[in-house]
């Protein structure tokens, strides 16, 4: 937890933990990032920077920790800007009585912490609290369509809900800077984030045992988490594990390989909403994506021209598509281009300005 002294303006709470290397960090540190672009002061910051406790009453011992910790920094008139979270409205109801405004930034359906949390399923009105979350919110900012979908069937008015784009930070700019317009020698692909069972590292760790996979591509992974010990056991030299870095370290691995791998399994909380900032940060270096096809990841890939879809827990599939990327050098260096044409759009501090405009209403507004 952390504070900036003097008047608080604009309070950041993140109740997930955003230890380095996570999606949940790389999002608070974005979403400074943008506040500051724009010239709006934090005034405090709540969050968590350690991996959540193994037992559960560590961690529920933590969430009102937090809770309390909100409470207190925050004023009268603040703007509270927190990342939605299943548990998000056992405090911000409280936050509303004491006259703080509530701006959510909505990144997921909160299916994923009953993934991780199978004890949350078992506490009634679980499910009931995360709607209330997302209702009593003065403005909430959502990613795609399903999830302004989901945050209007919670009862959220249609005029407080606002699109923003994902960001990424600008180490992975200036490591495509850095690396040209060539890769590296040593050729490789990149597995990076976390390593939990759903984002499909068991899949690439197969693709890379097969006669398919391209011939001297040699796998980097960089990350930590549930699956490490899949990485642990690995005697060959084609698989090289880095363990967890942090984002300046990460990026010119990225930038300097021939392709990354997003596997992810189409669990209830990917499916439709996820998007994934490693997709984004491989775009910003520069590097073609190789992802699996659920519906979300489909959308982006799309969209964007920067990658090639597979079917999901398909090694065979993942190791042809990885050979025909390395084999085919007018496709690698065609998604190579789009993924350069699209980046600058990227960039934390340009898509931050309609977060800004809201957070300035609101605090108008109370004083």
């Not at 934090?42 to 959540?52: L, M, R």
């Not at 189409?266 to 994506?289: C, D, N, R």
């Not at 964007?304 to 398909?314: A, E, K, L, N, T």
Request: aromatic share 6%; proline share 6%; with cysteine.
């Amino acid at each position: 937890m952390a504070g900036v002294s003097g008047a608080a303006r604009v309070v950041l709470f993140w109740l997930e933990p955003v230890p380095p290397g996570t999606a949940a960090r790389t999002h608070f540190d974005g979403s400074r990032a943008r506040l500051r672009a724009e010239g709006e002061q934090v005034g405090a910051e709540v969050y968590a920077d350690t991996p959540s406790p193994r037992s559960k009453f560590a961690r529920a011992a933590r969430v009102l920790r937090l809770f309390a910790a909100v409470i207190r920094v925050s004023r009268p008139g603040d703007v509270v800007v927190c990342r939605f979270h299943v548990l998000v409205g056992l405090v911000t109801w409280l936050l509303r009585l004491r006259g703080r405004k509530i701006v959510l930034l909505v990144q997921g359906n909160g299916e994923a912490a009953f993934e991780s949390n199978r004890w949350l399923r078992r506490i009634p009105g679980t499910r009931a609290v995360l709607r209330l979350g997302l209702r009593q919110a003065d403005a909430a900012f959502v990613i795609n369509e399903p999830l302004r979908e989901l945050v209007r069937s919670a009862g959220l008015p249609d005029d407080k809900i606002h699109a923003i784009s994902q960001g990424v930070a600008a180490v992975f700019f200036e490591a495509r800077a850095a690396q040209g317009a060539g890769e590296d020698s040593d050729r490789y692909a990149v597995f990076f984030g976390n390593l939990a069972p759903w984002q499909g590292l068991e899949t690439v760790l197969r693709a890379t045992e097969l006669p398919s996979w391209p011939q001297g591509l040699r796998l980097v992974v960089v990350g930590d988490g549930a699956q490490a010990s899949m990485l642990a056991t690995r005697s060959d030299s084609l698989v090289d594990w880095r363990g967890a870095l942090p984002p300046e370290q990460l990026a010119p691995i990225v930038a300097g390989a021939m392709m990354t791998f997003c596997p992810k399994r189409a669990t209830a909380s990917m499916a439709e909403v996820t998007a994934p900032f490693k997709i984004l940060e491989s775009v910003a270096a520069g590097v073609p994506v190789i992802a699996t096809d659920i519906p979300a990841q489909r959308r982006m890939l799309s969209a964007g021209g920067y990658g090639v879809v597979v079917p999901i827990d398909d090694p065979d599939a993942l190791a042809k598509a990885a050979r025909r990327l390395v084999q085919d050098d007018d496709l690698r260096y065609q998604l190579r281009d789009a993924c350069d044409r699209i980046a600058p759009s990227l960039a934390w501090e340009v898509t931050g300005a309609g977060l800004v405009a809201v957070v300035r209403g609101l605090r108008e507004l109370a004083s």
